[in-house]
């Protein structure tokens, strides 16, 4: 999900994105210091440069709807399962800041698409792995596997999606549950 603000934004609506920001950013931030001085992986360094150099930028058509889908969010996914948290934050706030480049205003976009990926990363991975107790028993039951990536998928959905449409309320002024 992107925002792309326009030049009359509501007072309300420039706050929310800057308290959004400041959150996400900085879990971004300490998911990129744990990466930094944490044990380094050469494998998630990998997947984080497919993700970001070839996946991100890879749109895949769906039948009868105007929007393409890129498949970023899926290695962001496996990413957690392989690597844990602040690694999937971290990829997932980095492919952001990526994605946004291709903005006009991408000074006022990236900070902000950065900053709700990390967010919604953070929070659903948290969620689903205190949910499942990500343990080796996970990957060993694929039913259990599937169930934890889709509850996953689902929370990092909604989140992103609401976020970005509570911007989008805020800045037509409209009422954010008609929205």
Not at 104 to 132: G, I, W
Request: charged share 10%; with cysteine.
């Amino acid at each position: 999900m992107s925002h792309n603000p326009s030049v009359n934004e509501s007072t309300v609506s420039r706050l929310y994105i800057k308290v959004i920001s400041a959150i996400g950013l900085c879990l971004l931030a300490y998911a990129l210091g744990c990466v930094v001085f944490g044990q380094f992986s050469l494998e998630w360094l990998l997947l984080s440069l497919v993700t970001v150099l070839i996946v991100a930028r890879t749109d895949i058509q769906i039948p009868k709807i105007a929007n393409t889908v890129t498949l970023d969010d899926t290695f962001i996914y496996i990413s957690v399962l392989l690597y844990g948290i602040a690694p999937s934050v971290a990829l997932a706030g980095i492919n952001a800041a990526v994605c946004s480049l291709h903005y006009a205003n991408k000074r006022r976009v990236l900070p902000f698409n950065a900053a709700v990926m990390s967010l919604s990363v953070f929070v659903s991975a948290t969620v689903t792995t205190r949910l499942f107790d990500q343990s080796p028993a996970v990957g060993a039951s694929m039913g259990r596997l599937l169930l934890m990536a889709q509850t996953m998928a689902l929370i990092h959905y909604v989140l992103n999606s609401g976020l970005v449409s509570i911007v989008s309320a805020l800045r037509s002024r409209q009422n954010l549950l008609k929205s």
